[in-house]
């Protein structure tokens, strides 16, 4: 019973990043969490490596009821600062995305250590007892995928703030194409992804698009000073010049306003495979847009299988690479299908946010640990 769930103290919960100080995509996976935790039950700490910037950043910081910034700290110091504080349960929010993190985790800093998926993988460390996902994202075989023991919440597993609410984005103020310097006689494809994503295995998907839509344009993001000639070599070597001229690359948008208005003006948003998007689907969603999913065999790649299932919507979710294909050229040679998808995305879209049956899988699944433990 939680209400009696152990009257003497609150339970002590803490989250450990090196990236929730900004705005980056694991501090919105877990700011909801993180914020709506139950304050009669838990007393929630954070653990971040630098001062807070940027909104999500800010946000998370005033989230937690208390907060340690380790900037400039050795290891051994933030480890006998986290072993001070006698947490019941301490969350790895992504590990194997940075350093530190990573090397804290083979210590016992907690009685109870969590990996989740701001990085999507397991952490292969024995010392992490639980990896928490969702039945959304995992088959009856994920277990596999984990040395950590896999718990598969029933709900979405994040209490995502819907991004377009959060910003205040109207699609009425929106730049438009020729605004960004696109055209409006071409079909955009857009694939907001960074480029270590795009695997071998997917950049005929490229080539299959351009080759079907004849002046089709899909749309790159790069990193400044970091031009993607590895990736254009590869694409060289499977497609014609034809092809490649209409293969476009802007550069990583400081603004989120910018960069909503490039997935605002495409017509289709591109999920990479094997290893696909999460926070891309999620921000596409919210505009409406039609995103089209491979879904691989690892939760990486199954955070839009699941968004889809959510909202309950099949029509987007191939079986194959060819399939995969095959989903674009109907939405664009079918401009009322293509319209009734959007118009079902936006209907069921809100299933996807501030979704409470997350924040009360996670204060039950804190509980059933932590009574267990004691046990």
């Known amino acids: 019973n939680l209400k009696n769930f152990h009257k003497q103290r609150k339970k002590k919960i803490g989250f450990i990043s090196e990236n929730i100080h900004k705005n980056h995509s694991v501090t919105r996976d877990r700011l909801g969490i993180v914020t709506n935790l139950s304050r009669d039950l838990y007393e929630v700490y954070g653990f971040i490596f630098d001062e807070p910037i940027e909104k999500f950043g800010i946000m998370m910081y005033n989230s937690f009821d208390k907060c340690f910034i380790f900037q400039n700290k050795t290891l051994v110091d933030i480890r006998k600062i986290i072993e001070k504080q006698n947490l019941d349960v301490l969350v790895y ?124 344009i899909i749309i790159l993001i790069y990193k400044k000073n970091k031009y993607p000639t590895v990736l254009m070599q590869r694409f060289e070597k499977i497609m014609k010049y034809s092809e490649l001229i209409r293969i476009n690359f802007i550069e990583r948008q400081s603004s989120i306003r910018v960069y909503y208005d490039y997935i605002y003006n495409s017509d289709i948003i591109l999920d990479t495979y094997p290893f696909g998007g999460c926070n891309t689907s999620l921000e596409s969603f919210s505009l409406g847009k039609p995103v089209i999913t491979l879904p691989s065999n690892h939760i990486n790649g199954r955070f839009t299988y699941g968004f889809y299932n959510k909202m309950g919507i099949e029509e987007l979710i191939a079986n194959d690479l060819d399939d995969y294909v095959n989903i674009i050229k109907k939405l664009m040679s079918d401009k009322k299908y293509y319209n009734e998808i959007c118009n079902k995305i936006i209907k069921n879209n809100y299933k996807l946010f501030e979704e409470k049956e997350s924040v009360n899988d996670w204060n039950n699944m804190l509980h059933k640990l932590i009574m267990n433990i004691r046990k």
């Open 93 to 216: 929010c992504d590990i194997g995305m940075t350093c530190k993190t990573y090397y804290l985790a083979f210590s016992k800093l907690a009685k109870i250590q969590l990996n989740t998926w701001g990085h999507s993988d397991t952490s292969g460390i024995n010392t992490i007892n639980y990896y928490v996902s969702s039945n959304y994202y995992e088959t009856e075989n994920s277990f596999n995928n984990y040395t950590e023991k896999l718990i598969k919440l029933d709900s979405l597993c994040t209490y995502y703030y819907n991004p377009v609410k959060l910003y205040s984005y109207n699609i009425n103020n929106a730049s438009t194409r020729h605004d960004l310097g696109l055209s409006n006689n071409s079909n955009i494809y857009f694939c907001p992804h960074n480029l270590f994503k795009i695997h071998p295995k997917f950049d005929i998907v490229f080539k299959n698009i351009l080759k079907y839509d004849k002046t089709g």
